[in-house]
């Protein structure tokens, strides 16, 4: 049985950062991929970044060159650090895993979900 749990999150304000992790079980990220998406009140889901099983990254356009996805395979772990915060950003943030060691953009194509984590970005 597979479960994502996901912690950190909370408030900042505009160009601040937080951080939010995810803690797997039931699934090994030595192998698996990893990534984290977004839902903002009134808007759909959306791709926010991922890890491949090998480590290398993927971002969605809007995130690009602020947040950075991190996994510690020992851990069975990820994180998401977001920098240069924006009051756009403010979503509840989502875990997902998937049974391929490729990440995808596609919701779809992610088995596995956390419960997601708020994060809120003031002026």
């Keep these: 049985q597979v479960q994502l749990v996901e912690s950190g999150g909370g408030l900042a ?18 192998n698996s991929a990893i990534g984290w998406f977004r839902q903002a009140p009134g808007k759909e889901r959306e791709f926010v970044a991922h890890v491949h ?3 290398t990254t993927g971002y ?5 060159g602020r947040y950075t996805i991190s996994k510690d395979n020992a ?3 990820a ?13 509840v ?14 919701i779809a ?6 419960q997601g984590t708020q ?4 002026l």
């Design 119 to 122: 994060v809120t970005v003031s």
């Design 53 to 55: 099983w090998s480590g």
């Design 60 to 64: 969605g356009d809007s995130v690009k």
């Design 93 to 106: 943030y989502y875990c997902a895993a998937r049974d391929h060691p490729y990440g995808s953009r596609s």
């Design 79 to 91: 994180s998401l650090q977001m920098d240069r915060l924006k009051p756009e950003d403010t979503a």
């Design 13 to 30: 304000q505009v160009g601040g950062s937080l951080r939010v992790s995810c803690a797997a079980s039931g699934v090994s990220l030595s």
């Design 75 to 77: 851990e069975n772990t």
């Design 109 to 114: 194509d992610w088995q596995y979900w956390g």
